[in-house]
């Protein structure tokens, strides 16, 4: 079993600058790849970024894709995304997520078993 605890978010303004942290204990983490997902008010749960379990290889959603930057430390357990550039429609609760059929990168929202509970990103414009 994985606990995920994400920290970082807060509120910022259009064009600024946050970096979440997704810390993992328990499990094996650092053999899973781990991915970002966001859920805006009134709206389903969405894909925002990917990381291979090496790190070698990442995944981003075009609405993110050249703003956001997704890395992994695994000696400290952690993810991060790394947030530039943001917008008002970046405002959502972010939540980590990883899972041992998580293999890859990959958006799939069902092959990820372990969630967070998410920390909170609100962009005013």
């Known amino acids: 079993q994985v606990q995920l605890v994400e920290s970082g978010g807060g509120l910022v303004q259009a064009g600024g600058s946050l970096r979440l942290s997704c810390a993992a204990s328990?499990?094996?983490?650092?053999?899973?790849?781990t991915g970002w997902f966001r859920q805006a008010p009134g709206k389903e749960r969405e894909f925002v970024a990917a990381?291979?379990?090496?790190?070698?290889?990442?995944s981003y959603a075009n609405s993110v894709k050249g703003r956001f930057t997704i890395s992994r430390d695994n000696a400290k357990n952690t993810v991060y995304l790394q947030m530039n550039s943001l917008k008002p429609e970046d405002t959502a609760v972010y939540y980590c997520?990883?899972?041992?059929?998580?293999?890859?990168?990959?958006?799939?929202?069902?092959?990820?078993?372990?969630w967070g509970r998410g920390t909170r990103v609100t962009v005013s414009s």
């Open positions: 997520a990883t899972g041992r059929k998580v293999t890859t990168v990959t958006p799939a929202r069902g092959l990820y078993d372990y």
């Open positions: 328990g499990g094996t983490f650092s053999s899973y790849g």
């Open positions: 990381i291979s379990w090496s790190g070698g290889s990442t």
